[in-house]
């Protein structure tokens, strides 16, 4: 069977800390913490969970000069370059940069006058740090909002573009963009606009996609489309919630296009009535006990002795379960036969097996 590859386009390489960013390095996994800054022992724990997870950058919300100031300790101890969130206040973001922060990310819209952006530019430049330029629908120039009437994708576009030419006509090429809205064509059109005109890398996500399912759906569809593409250099799942589960979500998507591959992808059909098992139970189960596992493994558990290993013939291990048995296979070869009752601990040992060696 021929497996297909998704293209990238091309773009240039830019650093955040130690990090690589462009077309050349695999796709950079990031998050934001959810805790206040300035609480550095809170925002610590869970910048190492995120890294833990998967995560490959951490952004951190600088509201305050609080905030800024604890950078200094953040950056230290951090397993993972730290990006300084900044709205508003240049200020701040000169301050963070003088803590150490890898990167800043500043909505240039929002910074006020132009000579603000220029200046944290040159201060990035001095400290080479990273700056990610952000440009949504709440933060579009108002010249562009009346020219365009509304935050269109081609206003958006607009607007990443013109900054864009700024900071190289200022000398400055170690930045990334992001052009994010909540509606999901509108942000894959607008970056669709950008990605035809340069080779600047993009950070690519769904802003305020939402909670739980509905969220994790509309990030889905939308960073898949545009990765899809080949259009994405690093991305962020925007979840309400613990943002490690914005991390696991990520790989999902990576992984379901061949893109990046971590942790376990467990491949499971869907009910019908040949199954005489509570394979949902029997999935969920396995999912929980296999949730730290890193190394990239493909786990079958199909609900039919007859047709699952056929069914399933690409997976590392897999169950075809049965009327009180089930069939383990590797790679669609039926290994042995096993009882219903133990069908789980045997997939599970087979597969640590498969992880240690």
Known sequence: ???????????????????????????????????????????????????EAGCEIVRVAVPTEEDAQALETI????????????????????????????????NPGNIGDESLVREIVEHARLKNVAIRIGVNSGSLEKDLLEKYGRPTAEALAHSALRWSEKFEKWGFKNFKV????S???????ANKIFASKTDIPLHIGITEAGFGESG?????????????????????????????????????ILGSLGLRKRGVEI??????????????????????????????????IMGCVVNGPGEAKEADI?????????LLFRKGVVIKTVKEEEM??????????????
């Open 183 to 189: 509606d999901v064509l509108t942000c894959v059109e």
């Open 178 to 181: 992001s052009i994010k809205g």
């Open 216 to 252: 994790v759906i509309k990030s889905s569809v939308g960073i898949g489309i545009l990765l899809y593409l080949g259009i994405g250099d690093t991305l962020r799942v925007s979840l309400t919630g613990d943002p490690v589960e914005e991390i696991e979500v990520a790989y999902q």
């Open 318 to 326: 897999g169950l075809a379960c049965g009327k009180g048995r089930a």
């Open 1 to 51: 069977m021929t497996t297909l590859s998704l293209p990238r386009r091309k773009t240039r390489e830019i650093s955040v800390g130690w990090v690589k960013i462009g077309s050349d390095h695999p796709i950079v996994v990031q998050s934001m913490t959810s805790t206040k800054t300035r609480n550095i022992k809170e925002t610590l724990n869970q910048i190492r969970r995120l890294y």
């Open 75 to 106: 950056v230290k101890e951090s397993p993972v370059p730290i990006i300084a969130d900044i709205h508003f206040k240049a200020s701040l973001a000169l301050e963070a940069m003088d803590k150490g922060a890898h990167g800043i990310r500043i």
């Open 344 to 357: 789980v601990q045997t997939l599970l040992e087979e597969v640590f097996k498969e992880v240690r060696s």
């Open 267 to 300: 491949i499971s059909c869907p009910t019908c009535g040949r199954i005489e098992v509570d394979l949902p139970k029997v999935v969920k189960e396995v999912k929980e006990k296999l949730k730290g596992v890193k190394k990239p493994l493909k786990v079958a």
